[in-house]
């Protein structure tokens, strides 16, 4: 086995005292330089029939990034990519690297209202949208600080410019130096209270997650990554598309995920490494032919977001024999990875989510946050140079969530004497929906704004694919057609993501059940639920 990395204690961050890698890349510019000249004809990227090259890549994200600077983009404006997975999201991710912009990845599932948030609050200059969700954009007179608008396709229109008149110039020549605690990308994420917040990754966090799972998981140039997952989302831009940069990998990307697809994807790329969510590998565990396709390269299944079935790690195991399962635990904010399960430990360590990566310091505390003995039951909390500094211009959700250094995960779990992290209960009020996570509050703000609903709850309802899907109680003022199911549906999806939509309703006009203390009983709501099913 090759040696250790060494690491060291530094300062970030003012006044952060954190483990990292003594040997490390600056920033991402620094990593596509190197997979230029190590691996230039490597595999980099594939979309279909579309095949690129690091060579290839990198001159297409060169001028991408040239046509940016011609339309007046500096360093540390922000750019943001409304797209899914698509070729473009990967040039123009690595282009915003290359020129020193600001990336914010959008959710092409995203509602209008959280589009229109992430875009103000990020003081957003650019956008770059898939021809078929321009009509999702919201007008332009809601967006007073973006100036330029583009689109892939051809279509050109009085606000969106063709992407293609970006790749005319010439290749910019020289990435940007960004030093290593400047912003690289803004991701939002919801929180339990208020609007997302844009958790702000900078290149020094995401340079440690791209090498703790390189590290880990022992990828090399030889990788070849099918991103099922989105890009947007922390997972599917830094566990796989940066990482498989900073391994000199190939990322394949796949537009929307469906289990056969997949598994015909993953055979025919020869795909050896993907990261999921359990109810991706559940659905390919109901393919009656899964063990039909040649899925013998396919040697690393990551996951995270949920708890893994045990009956699903003993299907695949039985099912694949080549594949190594591995858990991996972190946030957005903690730039994807707090927690890796060693390789072949899978099984011998079910209820846990691994070891803390190697530059992690993670502590369980009680509600006081002092450290609790092994094996104690409190609060995770997380520090490292993974995680990010803090939220952008929100001062006081920084101050709330961070404490001395570390995140305050709101996870509630357990470290053994190994050092193996065990979770035992979810963020209050969260709903994960195959590996969506769905805070109720957010929810619960939406319909609010419903002038015929006077109060509601979210609970989850068990599911055996997703593992869990959204139930809604409401109490309206009257029941009329505004307060049918379709009509708060519809008027949810302007508001939410498609994947936080209730799917199903309770609507009445009693009040919902409360504690002394005025809080909404979801425990006697979901007992309500389960006798109602049952």
Partial sequence: MP?????????????????????????IAQMLSAAVESWPDG??????????????????????????????????????????????????????????????????????????????????????????LVEAMPEPTALPLLRHRFSTGSLSTALFEPLAVLTQAEPLATGYLAREEELAVLIYTSGTTGKPKGAMLTHLNIIHSVM??????????????????????????????????????CAVL??????????????????????????????????????????????????????????SIEGLAARLRGLTLVNAYGATETCSPATIMPIGQTTAHRDSVGLPVMCADIQIVDEAGNEVPRGTVGEIWIAGPMVVPGYWHNEAATASEFCGGFWRSGDIGSQDAEGFVRVLDRKKDMINRGG??????SVENALAEHPQVIESALVGVPCAVLGERVHAFVCVRQLDETTQINALQVFCAARLSDYAVPETWTIGTDLLPRNLNGKILRRELRRLLHDGIT
């Fill in 212 to 249: 703790h799972f390189v590290e880990a998981m022992g990828l090399t140039n030889r990788d070849r990554s099918v991103v099922a997952v989105p890009l947007s989302h922390v997972t599917g831009l830094v566990a796989q598309l940066y990482t498989m940069l900073h391994c000199r990998g």
């Fill in 43 to 132: 595999e980099a990227l594939v979309d279909g029939e579309l095949r690129l090259s690091w060579r290839e890549l990198h001159h297409a994200a060169s001028k991408c990034a040239a046509g940016l600077v011609l339309r007046g983009v500096q360093p540390g404006d922000r750019v943001a990519l409304f797209l899914g997975n698509r070729p473009e999201f990967a040039t123009l991710a690595l282009a915003c690297a290359w020129m020193g912009a600001v990336l914010v990845p959008i959710s092409a599932r995203a509602g209008n209202v959280e589009l229109e948030h992430a875009l103000n609050d990020s003081g957003a200059v650019v956008i770059v949208c898939a021809e078929e």
């Fill in 254 to 311: 796949m537009r929307q995920f469906h289990a056969t697809e997949f598994v015909r994807l993953a055979a025919r790329e020869r795909m050896t490494h993907t990261v999921m969510v359990p109810a991706m590998y559940n659905l390919c565990l109901l393919l009656p032919d899964l063990q039909a396709h040649e899925l013998s390269s396919w040697r690393i299944g990551a996951y995270g977001g949920a708890p893994m079935p045990i009956a």
């Fill in 3 to 27: 040696p250790m990395p060494a690491t060291r204690r530094e300062v970030h961050f003012e006044n952060r005292v954190v483990r990292c890698f003594v040997q490390r890349p600056t920033n």
């Fill in 436 to 441: 969506y996570k769905i805070f109720c509050v």
